[in-house]
């Protein structure tokens, strides 16, 4: 079993700059791979990013909205998840996410076990 609370979310102008954080329970949070996924008011929720169990630089991929404006990170030792969202846009605004699941990343939400409750980040123009 895995409990997810994210923090970060806020109010930010366009081009700002948040760091979400997604700090799990239990003491094998580094078997899980962890995603962000995002939903907006009326729309479905999409992925956003993913990082694989052993991170090493190269075992997280992003959704191309996102690519190059976002990072997502975690710290095994911390059993804490990150997404730092730079650039911010207005159609970032939108109820955040993070998920885990046992085993690789995939972009894929219904595949997700474990959900956090959300957090609201707002990008005014």
């Known amino acids: 079993q895995v409990q997810l609370v994210e923090s970060g979310g806020g109010l930010v102008q366009a081009g700002g700059s948040l760091r979400l954080s997604c700090a799990a329970s239990?003491?094998?949070?580094?078997?899980?791979?962890m995603g962000w996924f995002r939903q907006a008011p009326g729309k479905e929720r999409e992925f956003v990013a993913a990082?694989?169990?052993?991170?090493?630089?190269?075992?997280?991929y992003y959704a191309d909205s996102v690519k190059g404006r976002f990072t997502i990170s975690r710290d095994n030792a911390k059993n804490t998840a990150y997404l730092q969202m730079n650039r911010l846009k207005p159609e970032d605004t939108a109820v955040y996410y993070c998920?885990?699941?046992?085993?690789?990343?995939?972009?894929?939400?219904?595949?997700?076990?474990?959900w956090g409750q959300g957090t609201q980040v707002t990008v005014s123009s």
């Open positions: 998920a885990a699941r046992y085993g690789n990343s995939v972009s894929n939400p219904n595949e997700y076990g474990y």
């Open positions: 239990g003491r094998t949070f580094s078997s899980y791979a």
């Open positions: 990082i694989n169990i052993n991170w090493s630089g190269g075992s997280s």
